[in-house]
């Protein structure tokens, strides 16, 4: 059994109060799901599941947004649907578990990807009153009473790793660099499915600077993390098409290519963003790839001291990590990332030529997502 990649298209992301702002998430997402299924010819009616990550599902994003999403496309009442939450990953866990239907042989054609709209629903919507862990005894117990948060990780990895301010900086400048770069070559046209007269990613920012960035103060008393090294809040939607060799053939479908691995790891929730370590050695064990066989790699951009210390650890050339950016300058929607970031990939092998790509994520819990494709 294969599983294979139809299509994938995105919105444009949008910056927090942006053009996307005022979108209902429902339509966004339907937005994305219905130029998915135009540009790849699939037939709405043979689609055997919708599966979308999405985080905070309260308000707009709540009910089942995944349901809500397809019916307000007007797409078949008949196709269901159902929203997951692996934190940042849960666009590519949405990705995985359609790809493991169709592995399966319970499905052939799923719908798969994420939505998520911070200007509507703030981050940590969920988590108020009281947080995840707030009267645990086992947690407590496991874990005592800590700050647990992402600011405090990025800084404890940046510590652990010898990552001073200035090279987290210069990361961070790279990746508006890069992203600003791959707009003005229209490297994202394909992708994107605009939104009206928006079609441009807002988020990078073309007047940045390194003097900019060292002016801001940490997030955290006597930390290195500023806001300019952190992912960017944001808007947006992506949608794929996973498909089964049997769906391949019946509705003569193209597929792009093959989802070769797919793998998910945990390690320390209080650390918390050092999973994709751990969760990419283990992909390419379980593959029986190497390092070098991988032509680009998407490392999720959450905060620039992740990555760096991704790449000391595995050793990857950093010329074939992010290569048009990440989430510092491109936004983080948090629920859509993971399938904004595939599709992305797709699309930047097939306009290199490259064989396989890799995508990991840091996530909430202290875990991590990989993905590695295989263009066709």
């Not at 007007?74 to 934190?87: A, F, I, Y």
């Not at 306009?351 to 991590?368: D, I, K, N, S, Y």
Request: aromatic fraction near 4%; charged fraction near 20%; charge should be negative.
């Amino acid at each position: 059994m294969e599983a294979f990649l139809i299509g994938a298209v995105r919105t444009p992301v949008g910056r927090r109060g942006g053009a996307l702002s005022a979108v209902h998430p429902a339509d966004l997402g339907g937005h994305a799901i219905a130029a998915l299924l135009e540009r790849t010819g699939a037939d709405p009616a043979m689609v055997d599941d919708v599966i979308l990550g999405c985080v905070d599902t309260l308000g707009p994003q709540s009910g089942d947004i995944a349901r809500t999403c397809w019916l307000a496309a007007g797409l078949p009442e008949h196709v269901p649907g159902v929203t997951v939450d692996r934190q940042c990953g849960s666009a590519q866990q949405a990705v995985h578990f359609a790809a493991q239907a169709v592995l399966s042989g319970t499905a052939d054609l799923v719908v798969a990807g994420g939505v998520q709209s911070m200007s509507q629903v703030p981050i940590g919507s969920a988590m108020a009153p009281r947080g995840p862990y707030e009267g645990s005894a086992g947690w407590a117990a496991r874990y005592g009473d800590q700050e647990i948060s992402q600011f405090r990780s990025a800084d404890e990895i940046a510590a652990k790793w010898g990552l001073s301010r200035a090279e987290i900086e210069q990361f961070a400048l790279d990746s508006h660099r890069r992203a600003v770069h791959a707009i003005d070559e229209g490297r994202f046209r394909a992708e994107i499915a605009p939104w009206g007269d928006c079609d441009t990613d807002e988020c990078p920012r073309r007047d940045t600077s390194a003097a900019r960035m060292a002016a801001l103060a940490p997030l955290r008393q006597g930390g290195v993390t500023t806001a300019a090294a952190a992912s960017q809040l944001a808007d947006g939607a992506a949608a794929l098409l996973v498909a089964s060799a049997r769906a391949v053939r019946d509705q003569g479908l193209r597929p792009r290519a093959r989802i070769l691995h797919l793998s998910a790891r945990g390690d320390d929730p209080v650390l918390m963003l050092t999973a994709p370590i751990a969760a990419t050695a283990h992909a390419l064990r379980r593959s029986g790839l190497r390092l070098a066989d991988i032509d680009l790699f998407e490392v999720n951009e959450a905060f620039a001291s992740v990555v760096l210390a991704w790449l000391r650890e595995t050793g990857a050339d950093p010329a074939r990590v992010n290569v048009n950016g990440g989430a510092i300058a491109l936004g983080h929607p948090l629920g859509a990332t993971g399938a904004r970031l595939l599709t992305s990939l797709l699309h930047e092998l097939e306009r290199t030529g490259g064989r396989f790509g890799l995508l990991t994520m840091c996530e909430g819990g202290g875990q991590a997502n990989v993905t590695i494709i295989e263009r066709l």
